[in-house]
């Protein structure tokens, strides 16, 4: 069994920065990919970033902005935000095969 903890959200306003963090518990394989997703309210859940041993893949809407680093010692995922902007504005889940975390918030706003 997998557990996913994420933490690190919050409110900022745009042009801020926030890291998120999702700590891995259970039986984490280091060439498994693990990604974040985003949902805001009525929408489905969207894929933000993706980090797959060195490779990282990343949503058109966040390139450039957001950086996701993978520290496989402790199965630790992180969500590095920068350049903050409204459409950020959602809850962040972490994902590792068909286990997702509960969620962190984030709002961005003046």
């Known amino acids: 069994q997998v557990q996913l903890v994420e933490s690190g959200g919050g409110q900022v306003q745009p042009g801020g920065s926030l890291r998120l963090t999702c700590k891995a518990s259970?039986?984490?394989?280091?060439?498994?990919?693990m990604s974040w997703y985003r949902q805001t309210p009525g929408k489905e859940r969207e894929f933000v970033a993706k980090?797959?041993?060195?490779?990282?893949l990343y949503a058109n809407a966040v390139k450039g902005r957001f950086t996701i680093s993978r520290d496989n010692g402790p199965n630790t995922l992180y969500l590095q935000m920068d350049s903050l902007k409204p459409d950020d504005t959602a809850v962040y889940y972490c994902?590792?095969?068909?286990?997702w975390g509960q969620g962190t918030h984030v709002t961005v706003s003046a």
């Open positions: 994902n590792y095969e068909s286990f």
């Open positions: 259970g039986t984490i394989y280091p060439f498994k990919p």
């Open positions: 980090a797959i041993a060195e490779r990282k």
